[in-house]
């Protein structure tokens, strides 16, 4: 069986400012950019792994949901507790230099983890928590 990961999902409040820290702070590309109703829905992904995408979505937007469920998800998003993304990098330091001169908001400076990875982790402009793994 060969399975791979074709589409992540993060909610994204703000397209505008999602789309300048996925595609001009971290370089991914932007592969696709549907609007419908007001709302934006932006693919984006690594360059070089067209095969691996991050779809950035407006948050509780299923019909299926409640006034309540969606007040809920948003303030879960807005604190940082809705949902997270590992990413990894050869270059950890340099990836957070870029990030931090951006001004995104810094969770955690590049640190040896005791379960043996070196990480640091930031807030997308929405508020999902982005780690980065350094690779080798």
């Given at each position: 069986?060969?399975?791979?990961?074709?589409?992540?999902?993060?909610?994204?409040?703000?397209?505008?400012?999602?789309?300048?820290?996925?595609?001009?702070?971290?370089?991914?590309?932007?592969?696709?950019?549907?609007?419908?109703?007001?709302?934006?829905?932006?693919?984006?992904?690594?360059?070089?792994?067209?095969?691996?995408?991050?779809?950035?979505?407006?948050?509780?937007?299923?019909?299926?949901?409640?006034?309540?469920?969606?007040?809920?998800?948003?303030?879960?998003?807005?604190?940082?507790?809705?949902?997270?993304?590992?990413?990894?990098?050869?270059?950890?330091?340099?990836?957070?230099?870029?990030?931090?001169?951006?001004?995104?908001?810094?969770?955690?400076?590049?640190?040896?983890?005791?379960?043996?990875?070196?990480?640091?982790?930031?807030?997308?402009?929405?508020g999902?928590?982005?780690r980065i793994?350094?690779?080798?």
């Amino acid at each position: 069986m060969n399975i791979t990961i074709h589409y992540a999902f993060l909610p994204q409040t703000d397209p505008e400012a999602s789309l300048a820290f996925y595609r001009d702070t971290l370089g991914f590309e932007v592969r696709n950019d549907v609007g419908y109703d007001g709302m934006r829905w932006i693919t984006v992904g690594p360059s070089g792994q067209p095969e691996t995408s991050i779809v950035l979505h407006p948050p509780a937007t299923d019909p299926g949901i409640s006034d309540d469920e969606r007040r809920t998800i948003l303030e879960l998003i807005a604190k940082g507790s809705y949902t997270a993304l590992t990413l990894a990098t050869p270059d950890l330091d340099e990836v957070f230099g870029k990030l931090e001169a951006s001004g995104a908001e810094v969770l955690q400076e590049p640190t040896d983890q005791p379960y043996g990875v070196r990480d640091c982790a930031f807030r997308d402009p929405s508020g999902n928590l982005i780690r980065i793994n350094q690779l080798g």
